[in-house]
């Protein structure tokens, strides 16, 4: 649910167990709007956008690295990686999903540990220098943040053993805060404020005031109530938008007065060839024919 302003909500003013928090606090915060199609989307915008400290050369230099880097991994891990098969050149993709934006940040923070990339890296001076330093921390801290909410267990919730709950839960909301100063300080989403020491400025009136980047704040709550974030991440329901959806709608007229009819009718026959297969389809043992 997202943490927007609604007035006169009629959920506002009822008691929900006692929760200080509301409505908001009994709906946990999505990982995957809040954060891969959140900040890690806006960070991978601002590096292959205006604030992009490689020239177009460079990035075309870089775009070839990473096909290269991607050839040599050939690992039995690979399976555990995020997407990293990009349709197209990293520094030129565009309407991403919520996996081509976690692979696009895992890679780049990888690269740059390399030699390969730091030899890149040490070809920039001066501002450029300065500003991809503070894309590759970023880089990391992302990486590690998400594959830190993508855990089973976080920490102890004993009765007896309080204290080290409760300091495990400070330690980990201290953590994110700083990460997401870390992040604004490096790059301001404002046209004309940039920060004290760093005059880059990513294209934004809003800044970082965004509904997007706040809800982070509230991802240690919410796994002190619901668990894992895996429990509730809208990723795994959101799947099903490729079967029940999209490629129905691929074989419609994209034309708005028979779009929906179409689609309609297309999920109907889905329906009836699905219950048909289910029902004259089924092996001799199952179906309880001779």
């Known amino acids: ?57 460079d990035q075309g230099r870089l775009d070839i690295i990473i096909k290269d880097f ?22 030129k993709l565009t309407l991403t999903t919520a996996n081509e934006n976690s692979g696009a940040i895992f890679m780049l923070s990888l690269l740059w540990s390399t030699e390969t990339g730091r030899t890149l890296r040490k070809a920039l001076k001066g501002h450029s220098a300065k500003t991809l330093q503070s894309f590759c921390y970023t880089f990391q801290y992302l990486s590690v943040y998400e594959y830190w909410t993508k855990q ?19 330690l980990a909301q201290e953590a994110t805060i700083h990460m997401m ?26 800044g ?21 974030p895996e429990n509730w991440i809208a990723s795994h329901g ?20 028979r779009f929906t009819k179409q689609v309609a009718e297309r999920l109907v026959d889905q329906m009836v060839i699905e219950k048909a297969k289910g029902e004259y389809f089924l092996p001799v043992e199952l179906n309880g024919s001779a």
């Open 1 to 57: 649910m997202s943490y927007h302003y609604v007035p006169n909500n009629a959920f506002y003013k009822l008691c929900l167990a006692g929760n200080i928090f509301g409505i908001y606090g009994c709906t946990p915060v999505d990982p995957m709007h809040a954060l891969l199609l959140g900040k890690l989307k806006y960070v991978m915008t601002g590096f292959c956008g205006d604030a992009s400290p490689l020239c177009p050369g």
């Open 70 to 91: 991607l050839r040599l991994l050939r690992c039995t891990t690979r399976a555990f990686f995020p997407r990293c098969d990009f349709t197209n050149d990293l520094t």
């Open 152 to 170: 089973e267990e976080f920490w102890p919730l004993k009765i007896e053993n309080d204290g080290v709950s409760r300091r495990a839960t400070t």
């Open 181 to 206: 100063d870390t992040i604004k300080k490096a790059y301001p989403r404002t046209e004309c404020k940039p920060v004290e020491g760093n005059d880059v400025a990513l294209k934004g009136t809003q």
């Open 208 to 228: 970082w005031k965004l509904n997007k980047f706040h809800e982070l704040l509230h991802i240690v709550r919410c796994i002190g109530m619901f668990g894992s």
């Open 238 to 257: 959101e799947r099903h938008h490729i079967d029940d959806c999209k490629r129905s709608a691929a074989t419609a007229q994209k034309r708005h007065d």
